[in-house]
């Protein structure tokens, strides 16, 4: 995954002793996690979290979702999106901020299709035909993720908070 322009860890939130975490932790963190919760803004303003399966695939973050589930239809008045995989308790919490855009090319889609089933298992394996996921009767459109902002909240011992800004955010 890209790497952050910027690694700093926040005093007012971290024990003296803590350091910031490489973003190499927090990549393997997103890597491991069961799901992501991802969190989008209905047009009302008010948030919306789901759960989702992701991968990190060629550098950046990626999750399906059905074309009219509410997180895909936020996602399209309004691309701004987190990403969190909870890192539970003395682990490691990740929250990525960044802005979602749908991926339709096919060759594409299948390499990430093989990303998520090397992170979870077989049964979230999806075909790809017409720019999209497939799995059984269910069709999925693609989101891919690039990394703007991203926090990661060390809940152990030392606790602390480390930032990672990337490109010219």
């Not at 971290?14 to 393997?28: K, L």
């Not at 990303?115 to 077989?122: G, R």
Request: proline content about 9%; some cysteine.
């Amino acid at each position: 995954m890209d790497t952050p322009v910027q690694t700093s860890l926040d005093p007012r939130y971290s024990a003296a002793e803590a350091a910031p975490v490489p973003w190499a932790d927090a990549v393997e963190r997103l890597r491991r996690a069961e799901r992501w919760l991802v969190t989008t803004v209905r047009p009302d303003g008010r948030p919306h979290q789901s759960p989702v399966v992701g991968a990190v695939h060629a550098g950046v973050l990626w999750f399906c979702s059905g074309a009219h589930e509410r997180k895909s239809l936020n996602l399209a008045g309004n691309p701004s999106v987190l990403l969190t995989a909870p890192g539970g308790p003395g682990g490691l919490d990740v929250v990525v901020e960044g802005t979602a855009e749908v991926v339709e090319d096919e060759p594409l889609l299948r390499e990430v299709a093989e990303a998520v089933v090397a992170a979870h298992d077989e049964s979230w394996r999806f075909s790809v035909s017409g720019g999209r996921f497939h799995h059984g009767p269910a069709v999925a459109v693609v989101f891919r993720v690039r990394p703007v902002v991203g926090f990661g909240f060390a809940t152990g011992n030392p606790p602390g908070q480390t930032r990672w800004r990337f490109g010219a955010s």
